[in-house]
Nanobody, 115 residues
């Protein structure tokens, strides 16, 4: 059984920064992709950023230039550096991992951007 555990969320002022971490544990030793999704109240869950095992990244247009995803594939960890945060970034952020035939989700970590 695989577990994804997010950390690093919290309350931050507009313009501030947070760094989210996701650590994977369990019987799976590698993933094809890892990603961050978020879901704000009343909205659908959306992809924020993703990274492949080869290091290829992609980002939602709304976060390009502000967020950076990185990871350590060998350690099955992924990070999301969030800079210049805006109130509209407020959401629960979920870690996602994909391997062949399996998808995994973390429990989510709350990010609140407010003055």
């Amino acid at each position: 059984q695989v577990q994804l555990v997010e950390s690093g969320g919290g309350l931050v002022q507009p313009g501030g920064s947070l760094r989210l971490s996701c650590a994977a544990s369990g019987s799976i030793f590698s993933f094809r992709t890892m990603a961050w999704h978020r879901q704000a109240p009343g909205k659908q869950r959306e992809l924020v950023a993703g990274i492949t095992s080869g290091g290829t990244t992609n980002y939602a247009d709304s976060v390009k230039g502000r967020f950076t995803i990185s990871g350590d594939n060998a350690k099955k960890t992924v990070y999301l550096q969030m800079n210049s945060l805006k109130p509209e970034d407020t959401a629960i952020y979920y870690c996602y991992a994909q391997t062949i035939g399996r998808n995994f989700w973390g429990q989510g970590t709350q990010v609140t951007v407010s003055s």
